[in-house]
């Protein structure tokens, strides 16, 4: 054995290592992504590794919130702890209508304690992102162990802090953020067990359990695990081929507990895949929705300007020899991107793309180390620049959707309400922020307006901000009806049927049938009746008659519709115009408890003998629904002068009283202080017409025709259009 081998080696056996290689050390491989030996941190990054932490913790606070979908985990965590089983229906039969198994372990056992789900779920999210930032921060630190270069591992974590997504998906009460860290640190950890096998060394096999809990938090991670192994085989392969056995027969944990995972499905639940497989995709391909969604998430987070770090990064990492990790990052990446767009995106925020931040500052900060070792002084004051740019289009699109955005609940806004609010039609206009108006940016910000109005339409990618605003709708619902079952109004065995099924049935414990099918097999198992992300299914009334199902909700969320509600309106317009079978059930000052009953008027009487129904066609009722709204709306109307909402339905409510008069002045207000919908134009008119005022219908109707022009609606034209050529008859 030569002696410098000989020296080499008994070096590294005193310290406790393994020497490289020969080949590997004169290729030059950084010491900073291999050595072991312990580094100090210098007091001024020990200062900015705390600042990354606290400006994540108050990045996160500022967007917490829970969403209804996770009331649906919540339900089955509390009923396995109250020893009925992971059922959605105590009593019923067994569907696995949630997607993350291990997040409902968890959870349950602190319910048993007495922590409730939803109050325990927050914080469990909260110091998994905590950890994610510690997983990056010690695989950073291990990267950048050279004097001079321990201040880049800071780079990747400020990215975390200041990325919205990430905040976002600190809280929400889903296993977003522990699936996260989960991934992350088995991808970093395989990256480390990879690069010592390229090392000749031998690291304890970790990545694989944490794959393998992944899985067992999200059906998705099977896939992003499948290619990350393949990516080390392929990697070890190519470098090493008489350690490849080596590393298959270290993946023994991940299958065996994958696999277990299976059988108690099957076992259990009579299915290989989690019923909301088939509720939500079920082979379904939708690539236009999901090709807008990974294009919105590109433009909003400005992902161009990342494109040269990366490049760089990837260079530097060929260079050193440590090619692994980039290839892992792009092997699980595209993949997982290509999959996301087949089933169209997803109904959240970029949820699933949420995982892809942490890797991909990961690589950046590995190209701000590329360029920073030029010897030419005006690299590191342009690299400073660059990075300054990257951040300004991390925070710009993304905090002006949180400035913008509506403070009311309203479906799918913006695209759902495009044509009926003000806010939704200048929502991420590029005109409102003098950065996003300037040449380049504008088209950008207009491409990304455009496509986030049309998956909003379409129920993809809905903001945080209205996840948490419809929360605050569901709650009260489900504590009403949870004191009407305590007071006995309800008996405890009554079945209802809503197509939001988190907070309604979880704060009322009534047994529920999901018209979406996510916790129903046979709506899961149905044809898609519309398109809809994650709405595509639906219950029929006749299958709810054949489950005995009690109360039907007219509205597709709610059962009980409070006074102001326009959807309340509708029904009892609709039911008064053309005597639909639908009834009213008063529910104090709560409002209505509107539906339909599919066992009929007269079972559901003698099942539900505590309930005062009365039909929606009933002029008694109507005289006194009437009554009750028309002073909550002028109420409201004091308290909030610029309520557009209202003053639309307190003007419907006095057509629907005849008080033609009386809701002229409504829409001529309306039509005054918002020229832009046409809506107040086309009502105007109507009540003119119906006054016999018919030169000012005509002249109600020409404005209204000019802003469906101007706004291109082309339905809304098409609708005043039928009304002026009418008045222009003779």
Not at 555 to 581: C, E, W
């Amino acid at each position: 054995m030569a002696p410098t081998r000989r020296k080499r080696r008994a070096a590294a056996a005193r310290v406790g290592v393994s020497p490289a290689p020969a080949s590997i050390a004169r290729a030059g491989a950084p010491a900073e992504a291999h050595s072991t030996a312990p580094a100090s941190l210098s007091g001024a990054l020990v200062v900015a590794l705390v600042l990354s932490l606290a400006l994540l913790l108050a990045h996160a606070g500022l967007y917490r919130f829970l969403t209804d979908d996770s009331y649906i985990s919540f339900r089955y965590a509390r009923n396995l702890a109250d020893g009925h089983g992971l059922v959605f229906n105590p009593g019923y039969e067994r569907v696995e209508g949630y997607t993350n198994f291990l997040w409902v372990l968890i959870l349950a056992p602190l319910a048993r304690l007495g922590i409730p789900p939803e109050r325990a779920a927050n914080p469990l999210s909260l110091t998994a992102t905590i950890a994610l930032w510690g997983v990056i921060a010690a695989f950073a630190l291990r990267r950048y162990r050279e004097p001079g270069r321990r201040w880049l591992a800071a780079l990747p974590l400020f990215g975390l802090a200041i990325t919205r997504s990430v905040a976002v998906w600190s809280t929400s009460g889903l296993e977003t953020r522990l699936f996260e860290l989960l991934m992350v640190a088995g991808l970093l950890r395989l990256t480390i067990e990879v690069e010592a096998l390229d090392l000749g060394r031998e690291r304890r096999a970790m990545a694989c359990i944490l794959f393998a809990l992944a899985t067992w938090t999200r059906p998705d991670a099977l896939l992003i695990s499948a290619c990350a192994f393949g990516c080390a085989g392929a990697y070890v392969l190519a470098r090493r081929p008489a350690s490849f056995v080596r590393l298959v027969t270290r993946q023994t944990p991940f299958v065996l507990m994958v696999t277990a995972h299976y059988v108690f499905r099957r076992l259990y639940y009579g299915d290989w895949l989690p019923n909301t497989y088939y509720a939500k995709f079920g082979g379904h391909f939708w690539w236009k929705a999901g090709g807008s969604y990974l294009l919105a998430f590109a433009l909003e987070y400005f992902i161009v300007l990342w494109l040269p770090l990366i490049v760089a990064g990837i260079a530097r990492n060929v260079a050193n020899r440590t090619a692994f990790f980039p290839l892992l990052v792009g092997g699980v990446v595209i993949p997982h991107m290509i999959y996301i767009a087949a089933i169209g995106g997803d109904h959240f925020e970029y949820r699933p793309l949420d995982l892809y931040f942490p890797l991909a500052f990961l690589v950046m900060t590995d190209g701000v180390a590329h360029f920073i070792a030029s010897p030419r002084r005006w690299v590191k004051p342009a690299t400073a620049a660059y990075l300054a740019l990257i951040a300004g289009g991390l925070v710009l699109i993304p905090w002006e959707s949180h400035r913008q955005f509506i403070n009311r609940y309203k479906p799918g806004f913006p695209g759902g309400e495009v044509n009926d609010l003000v806010e939704a039609q200048s929502f991420l206009s590029p005109g409102r922020d003098v950065i996003l108006r300037l040449p380049g940016l504008e088209w950008i910000a207009r491409t990304h307006r455009d496509l986030t109005r049309w998956m909003t339409l379409h129920f993809v990618g809905i903001r945080a901000e209205e996840h948490r605003m419809f929360l605050a709708t569901a709650i009260p619902e489900g504590l009403t009806l949870g004191r009407l079952k305590q007071q006995g109004v309800l008996p405890p065995d009554t079945y209802i049927a809503v197509d939001c099924v988190g907070a309604i049935p979880y704060y009322s414990d009534l047994r529920t049938l999901d018209r979406l099918g996510l916790t129903d097999a046979h709506v899961a198992h149905s044809k898609p009746v519309r398109e809809i992300m994650a709405h595509s299914k639906s219950a029929t009334l006749d299958y709810a008659r054949s489950r005995g199902v009690d109360l039907w909700a007219v509205d597709a969320v709610h059962l009980i519709l409070p006074l102001t509600s326009t959807r309340l309106l509708v029904a009892v317009s609709d039911g008064y115009m053309t005597k639909q079978p639908n009834y009213a059930v008063e529910a104090g000052d709560a409002g209505y408890l509107i539906c339909e009953l599919p066992m009929g008027l007269d079972s559901t009487s003698r099942r539900l003998p505590s309930l005062r129904i009365f039909s929606l066609g009933d002029s008694s009722f109507i005289r006194n629904y009437l009554a009750r709204i028309r002073a909550a709306y002028e109420d409201s109307l004091l308290a909030d002068p610029g309520n557009y909402e209202a003053a639309h339905d307190l003007a419907k409510a006095l057509i629907l009283n005849q008080d033609f008069g009386a809701a002229r002045r409504v829409f001529a207000m309306m039509s005054q202080r918002f020229p832009t919908l046409v809506e107040g134009y086309e009502f105007l008119a109507s009540c003119d017409v119906m006054l016999d005022r018919i030169d000012e219908a005509r002249s109600a109707a020409r404005q209204g025709l000019a802003v469906a022009r101007a706004n291109a609606d082309t339905a809304a034209y098409r609708r005043v259009s039928e009304i002026l050529s009418e008045l222009e008859q003779p």
